[in-house]
């Protein structure tokens, strides 16, 4: 199997729906078990081959660069690269893969941000992972299912969930939506992709636009891919109730850090504490998430939320 060595992380969206935890982070930046959510997509992504990875960045950009709050890069330094919106990104280092951060002050949508960060991808295949869900799904087969195919993009998918927008016969998808007229969806599209270079010379220049009139295209001409995931686990965290399901259910480290401070007299139940976390005497802390450094007073009850 031929090895993807390029991931684009989308970081730039809003987050509305999980305010008000995104009104102190980025939603990719929001703690998921100590670690920024983000970066467990990192993780899988350098377990399959990826050494470099791309951001792109709008709301809150700063907190990208905070040691205490990011990726717990300290070495940031402006890129060589420039993206086609005019912007010098920044670079720092990642368990030794270069991240460059491509920031948009004006949100440019999924379509444009591709476009605004081809002088990274050059001619290079890449790996897009959505900033703002959790997944463990084996990716080494939708690669493998991109590099055997003359497909410009290759989608993963899932057969269970809401929005189920998407129809596709023997590896190719036929409509989106059903804005072709095609046929109804069947499944649901994961946020996870991959697209050869190619895909540029569908995206406008210089314009705020969604990936999806590119796909569209690629249909008409039979060139977008797609590959059935079923294994794994595919989380998305849209809102502060499913945020704290997440806790509850994936159970991906210890919930309680080692560098959280939890007093003698304080309750903690099915609950998240995050490292320098404090807990005072007292305090109650239940079926809730506490994010790093935040603190729970004495006598406290925090019952089905989130500290921040």
Known sequence: MRVIQKAFMLGAGLGTRLRPLTERLPKPLVPLFHRPLVEWGMVACRELGVREFA?????????WQAKDRG???????ESELVGANGERGMVGSWEDCPVHLFHEAELLETGGGIKNIASWIGDDDVLVHNGDIYSSMPLGRLIEAHEASDHIATLALRSEGVAKHIAHVDGRVTDIRRMLGHADGSHVFSGLYCFS????EFLPEGEKVSVIPAFLELIKLGKLGCVVI????????????????????????????????????????RSV??????????????????WPGADV????????????
């Open 197 to 200: 270079p190619e895909l540029l």
């Open 273 to 290: 504490i995050g490292p320098r976390a404090t807990i005072a005497d007292g305090a109650v802390v239940r079926d809730s998430v506490v």
């Open 230 to 269: 079923d294994d794994g686990i595919w989380f998305d965290l849209g809102d502060p109730a499913s945020y704290l399901t997440a806790h509850r259910e994936l159970g991906l480290a210890d919930p309680v850090h080692v560098d959280a401070v939890i007093a003698a007299g304080a309750q903690v139940e």
């Open 55 to 63: 951001i792109n960045t709008h709301h809150l950009p700063e907190a």
């Open 297 to 308: 007073g004495a006598d406290e009850s925090l019952v089905g939320e989130v500290r921040m």
């Open 71 to 77: 990726l717990g890069i300290g070495d940031w330094r």
